[in-house]
């Protein structure tokens, strides 16, 4: 079993990386731990300034990080089944969610983002709101109790939802293997009433907000994004589409964290 699931491993990085000219270096590449060397040196976070407490890291995992983290879901056998799409867990984490989850407070707390204006500023961390948490959040034991992996094949989705009140605030999500869009609405919809024709329109607010998570990508949600914001994602062919393109579905993996609340 340990042969084959070594041989899996292989595979997966062959697929990212192609074929080595040196055995000794395939053999450097097969990883021993199930989840490595996560933290990308320089991630860039990207603030969406139509969601306040919404951020997205596009380049939160390298190709090879992907590979890794993707092999040590596998080995978890969660998905033996077609018919077996979802794993929870909680309290105790499986060792590379909990490395997983220092890596997301690793590249909040060391990286440079991208403001509402466009301009780069570094994180600080004495701070309530200069970045992607809260340090009320950043800095809580643990950072993440609870885990959910999904895996979606082509044309599967998830209808529009506010995460359970169950969970405190903060929530991250890792994206893996296709590409895909998330559109935000609020919560509750509002309307204004137009001066020349007394009618009531939809606020402009309430449309939906796209957001494209490549592989590899992290998004996360606190405050209004977390609490008054649904997400959702529709793979129906026809709506998975990014600037005028269609997005080519392939089976799309997500690893979302989340902390539950404590009770009293």
Wanted: proline residues 4%; charged residues 30%.
């Amino acid at each position: 079993m340990e042969a084959e699931e070594g041989e899996e491993e292989r595979r997966i990085l062959k697929e990212v990386f192609g074929d080595s000219s040196d055995d000794e270096e395939d053999e450097d590449v097969s990883l021993e731990k199930p989840y490595d060397n996560i933290i990308n040196p320089n991630p860039n976070w990207e603030r969406i300034k139509e969601i306040n407490g919404l951020w997205l890291c596009r380049d939160f995992l390298s190709l090879q990080q992907q590979a890794s983290l993707i092999s040590a879901i596998r080995n978890e056998g969660w998905f033996t089944k077609v018919s077996q799409n979802q794993a929870m867990r909680f309290g105790d984490l499986p060792v590379w969610a909990i490395e997983l989850s220092a890596s997301i407070r690793e590249a909040i707390c060391f990286s440079e983002y991208v403001s509402e204006i466009g301009g780069e500023e570094t994180c600080d961390l004495g701070t309530e709101e200069t970045g992607p948490l809260p340090s009320n959040l950043l800095w809580r034991e643990p950072l993440f109790d609870q885990l959910i992996t999904n895996v979606y094949q082509p044309g599967e989705g998830i209808c529009a939802h506010i995460d359970l009140m169950r969970f405190e605030d903060g929530i991250a999500i890792v994206s893996l293997e296709s590409s895909c869009v998330m559109h935000f609405t609020r919560a509750e919809r509002q309307f204004c009433s137009s001066v020349e024709s007394g009618e009531e329109k939809e606020d402009p607010l309430n449309m939906k907000i796209p957001i494209l998570l490549i592989p590899g990508s992290l998004i996360v949600m606190s405050g209004e994004a977390r609490y008054l914001w649904k997400h959702e994602i529709n793979r129906k062919q026809g709506f998975q589409v990014w600037e005028g393109q269609e997005i080519c579905q392939q089976k799309r993996t997500s690893v979302t964290l989340r902390k539950l609340c404590e009770t009293k």
